[in-house]
Nanobody, 123 residues
Framework: QVQLVESGGGLVQVGGSLRLSCAAS????????MAWFRQTPGKEREFVAG???????DYTDSVKGRFTISRDNAKNTLYLQMNSLKFEDTAVYYC?????????????????WGQGTQVTISS
């Protein structure tokens, strides 16, 4: 059974930093893209950042230059370094395993999801 467990969320002030982690178990990540999505109440889950099996990255415009996605294939772990955090970054963040080696931006491009971790930005 595939399991994704996110950690690292919490409460941080505007301008601060957080590092999210996502540990995968139950299957190899070989050949799969991975990604981070986020969701706020009343809105659809949206793509934040993705990384291919060969470490090519992609970001939504609002986080470019502030967030960095990375992965450690040997440890089956995905990371998201978030710097210069803004109020609008407040959300539940989810990691996901893609259905292909290339990260897509749609929810349906991913077949496995974590339970989410809350990130709250305060003044």
């Amino acid at each position: 059974q595939v399991q994704l467990v996110e950690s690292g969320g919490g409460l941080v002030q505007v301008g601060g930093s957080l590092r999210l982690s996502c540990a995968a178990s139950g299957r190899t990540l070989s050949g799969s893209a991975m990604a981070w999505f986020r969701q706020t109440p009343g809105k659809e889950r949206e793509f934040v950042a993705g990384i291919s099996w060969t470490y090519t990255t992609d970001y939504t415009d609002s986080v470019k230059g502030r967030f960095t996605i990375s992965r450690d294939n040997a440890k089956n772990t995905l990371y998201l370094q978030m710097n210069s955090l803004k109020f609008e970054d407040t959300a539940v963040y989810y990691c996901a395993i893609g259905r292909s080696p290339i990260p897509g931006m749609r929810n349906e491009d991913y077949g496995y999801w974590g339970q989410g971790t809350q990130v709250t930005i305060s003044s």
